[in-house]
Structures are given as C-alpha cells and as structure tokens.
C-alpha cells in the first residue's frame, strides 16, 4: 500500500493525519422529529479514526427532506443532538463535517414535517418511487420555486452552516451531487427554468455558487466543502454538457478558497476529472464508488486525489484505517441493515480486538 495514503494533510482549517475518510451514507435512523440520537454518537463515534468523517446527509429545512428518519440541522433540537455526535468523535480523536442536503424533488410530502409538496428548480416530476411509513409511493410533481425562493433557499444553507458549527462540527459539506438540489439546477432535464437560474450554464450553476459563497461567508471558506458528481444519472438526472457546466463551475468557485472539492466519479469520465484536478486550487477529495484501497490509494499517490472517501466499507468496518494498514480482512457489509432499524448492522459491526 502507498505510503502517501498516510501523510498528513489540511482541508482547509482542517488538519487530517492521514488521507482515508469516510463518506456520506444516509442510515435512517434519526428520531422522526430528525434529532441524531446517542445511537448515531456512538455509529460515528467507532469510525473516529478515519482522516475524516462526512455524515450522512441533513437537511437544512423543512423544505429540505426527502427521506424519513433523516436529522436535520435548522432547530435548536437538531443542534443538541447533533452535539452529541461532534463530542463523541472529537473525544475519539476525531474530525466530523455535517453534509448539508437539500433533497429537492427526490421527496414526498409524508416525510416531511409539514407535509408540504416538494419544490425543485421546475415542475419535473422524478421517475421513482419514494419509501414512507406508509410504504413505496410514487414521487409527486414537484412545486417550482420561485426566484425569490431560491434566494431564500440559500439562506436557509447559510443558517443550517451556522447551525451545524454551533453543534460542535468541525464544518460543513454541501451536496451538489446524485440528484439532489443543487445538481437538479446543474442539469437540463430538472432545470428548465427562464429567469436568471435557468438557461445558460452560467445562470445553471449560479444557485450552487450563491449557497457556497454564502455559507463560506458565515462559517469561514476553511471549513466549508463541496461535493458534485459529474455525469452521475442517479435520481433521474440527465447531463448532456459537462464538460462545459462542471469546468465553468469549478473556475468560478476556485476564488472563493473553499476547504475542499468533494468529486464523486459515479460516470467514470477519467478526463473531466483530470481537468477538474487541475483547476481546482485546494484540497481535492475523491470517490471511486467500486474500487478497492488499492485503486484509491494510488488515486493519492498520482497525484490524482488528496484524499479518498470510502462509503460501504467503512460503513461495515468501524476500525476500517487500521483493517487497511494491517492488511487484514474486512467485515461483509450487510445490505438489509443499510437503511433505517436499530443497531443491527449499525453499531454492531465488530472490531479486529473483537
């Protein structure tokens, strides 16, 4: 295994002692109110030893939920439980980033807090169903926005930064990735939009450039990433031109000196990554859904990457960083747990002292 992997590094004001982290995975397994509980301190708490921990992702609005029994940051409950968490993983010795996600369209009104129809860019009803306690349903058509509610969209991203540093986190990592909000204004399928957020790939990534400048604006560009996954046609997501939009977005954002640059390379376009890679001033995270350790760790020492996030394997492997420098094996990861219950398949995953 390279050596890079374990050199130290900063993402932004973020010191790292090595380069393995860990990525976003939604558990479902908030309270319903969407308050994090000692049982998700103590999920994030055993995975403390990864260069650093990316939660799950959280809403920053009612307006923002798309599945149940996700946390949010945007109420003084969520920041106490949230507390718990940041305390947990920082007594451990560790780093915690709140990924902050607006689900857009990909929701349905019985999983929000006021049961309200979802908003999106455009009323563009996704293909898919959506789980509620009431089991699948179909995905309604979504409420556009309007142009003063995307400004206060934005605010509301800024306020839940805000949140998420006043429950202890070290910053935050807003989602631009796999369907979600902000990538809903990037592509040309969910944007169809006329005013000055729709159109041209300027106006197309003016929503994710305002969110970011606004949160690095109250909590510090230091302690603020974010992720985008180029190509990725997860939640029926269609891009036609990014090699235009993600360059175009990146030259823009590059200014503002963010911590990190989240890549999720899901479309496996090796040549927008590089050109990305070189325009890109700071630290640059990347996630290879799909390859192992090895794949990613030469990601580093290429000079590809500065740092890797693994999902399912650390999802699976609580003491994943000293599995990988041992060269020992790694637990199997059980997808019938993955997504809401107890602390089956959440905390109970073992350990090698185990």
Do not use: C
Not at 53 to 67: L, M
Not at 110 to 116: A, M, S
Not at 156 to 169: E, L, P, Q, S, Y
Not at 234 to 258: C, G, M, Q
Request: proline share 8%; aromatic share 6%; hydrophobic share 40%.
């Amino acid at each position: 295994m390279s050596n890079a992997l374990w050199n130290p590094i900063a993402a932004g004001e973020i010191p790292l002692p090595h380069r393995l982290a860990m990525a976003p995975l939604t558990r479902n397994r908030s309270t319903p109110e969407g308050v994090p509980t000692e049982l998700n301190a103590e999920y994030y708490a055993q995975r403390a030893s990864h260069a650093l921990i990316i939660t799950e992702g959280t809403q920053p609005s009612a307006d923002g939920q798309g599945y149940p029994v996700t946390p949010g940051i945007y109420t003084d409950e969520h920041i106490a439980g949230w507390r718990k968490v940041t305390d947990a993983v920082h007594n451990a010795d560790g780093r915690i980033v709140i990924q902050l996600m607006h689900a857009g369209r990909i929701a349905h009104p019985d999983n929000t807090p006021h049961g309200r129809q979802p908003v999106a860019p455009s009323p563009v009803q996704p293909v898919g169903t959506m789980f509620t306690a009431s089991g699948l349903q179909e995905m309604p058509v979504p409420r556009e926005l309007s142009t003063e509610e995307v400004a206060a969209t934005v605010e509301d991203f800024r306020r839940a930064a805000a949140a998420a540093i006043a429950a202890g986190a070290d910053g935050v990592e807003i989602h631009g990735a796999n369907g979600y909000l902000l990538h809903q204004f990037f592509a040309t399928n969910t944007n169809q939009r006329t005013d000055r957020y729709g159109g041209s790939v300027e106006n197309r990534i003016r929503f994710a450039v305002e969110v970011a400048t606004a949160v690095a604006d109250e909590i510090g560009a230091g302690r603020t990433g974010l992720r985008i996954s180029p190509g990725n046609p997860f939640n029926d997501i269609a891009e036609s031109d990014t090699h235009e939009l993600y360059p175009a977005l990146v030259r823009t954002l590059a200014p503002l000196d963010l911590a990190y640059l989240h890549i999720g390379n899901h479309g496996g376009d090796d040549e927008l990554l590089h050109t990305l890679r070189k325009l890109w001033p700071t630290t640059l995270v990347l996630n290879r859904a799909g390859t192992d350790i090895a794949t990613r760790a030469k990601d580093v020492e290429d000079g590809l990457a500065d740092v890797v996030t693994v999902g399912t394997m650390a999802l699976a492997n609580p003491d994943l960083v000293e599995r990988v420098r041992t060269d020992a094996p790694l637990n199997t990861p059980d997808p019938a747990t993955f997504y809401g219950g107890d602390e089956a398949g959440y905390t109970d995953y073992p350990a090698l002292s185990e």
